[in-house]
């Protein structure tokens, strides 16, 4: 009976440090609701930038604060119906939220990059509660400036900071990050009706084999960016 009660609490003492492994590491998971501290912060991503065709997306959220979600995450991590199911949610919770885009032909004029950061900033203008702070996924944005009030004069400029793989850190970049990806893969889904020879149903516009050979068969669209290497095959430019 003795041997048999010592393997009996061995198992439960394995069974506990397991339960306290699994706890432990699900805290860990739990991305931090603010950056900085008692500001109204915002946290913005963007949607989009290494695709072939289509608008980048971007988003801005604020968060309530000390705001927890314990499904909320880099929105690349998570499933397609997780993402809709969390837009419900975010735009529920969010103290604001907006959405912010720039066109293909934008792209091509002042390049992803300096399209990516315009993006979020048009984001940034539609807030109806107006930020202190920003956050922002990545590593690269220009100071975000206030909208200039009714009388006239420049707005202040926001104090922000960026954060490699801030989607994955903070909640309101997390937020920005799953409203970004679903607005803009509706926005595809759309497109993909209009041509459906690209796949955009499934590639949302990303350089997939399929949707490069649908180039190289058809040509491009208005919707494609001519700046990118389309055919990825080294061509920078097409014979438009």
Known sequence: MSSLRGVILMKI??????????????????????????MVEAGCDEAGRG???????????????????????DSKQLTERRRYQLRESIERDAVAWAVGIVTPEEIDRINILNASILAMHRALDQLAVRPEAIIVDGNRFKPYREPAQSGGGQGE?????????????????AAASVLAKTYRDDYMNRLAEEYPQYDWLSNKGYPTRKHREAIRQYGIT???????????????????
């Open 51 to 73: 695709c072939l065709a289509g608008s980048v997306y971007a988003a801005a959220v604020i968060l309530p604060p000390d705001y927890q979600h314990p499904l909320l995450n």
């Open 13 to 38: 003492s394995i069974f506990a440090r397991r339960m306290a492994i699994k706890t432990l590491t699900s805290q860990q998971k739990m991305l931090a609701s603010h950056y900085y501290e008692g």
């Open 222 to 240: 208005p919707y494609h960016r001519r700046s990118y290497n389309l055919l990825g095959d080294g061509q920078l430019t097409l014979d438009f």
């Open 157 to 173: 400029v926001l104090p922000h900071t960026t954060i490699v793989k801030g989607d994955g850190k903070y909640l309101s970049i």
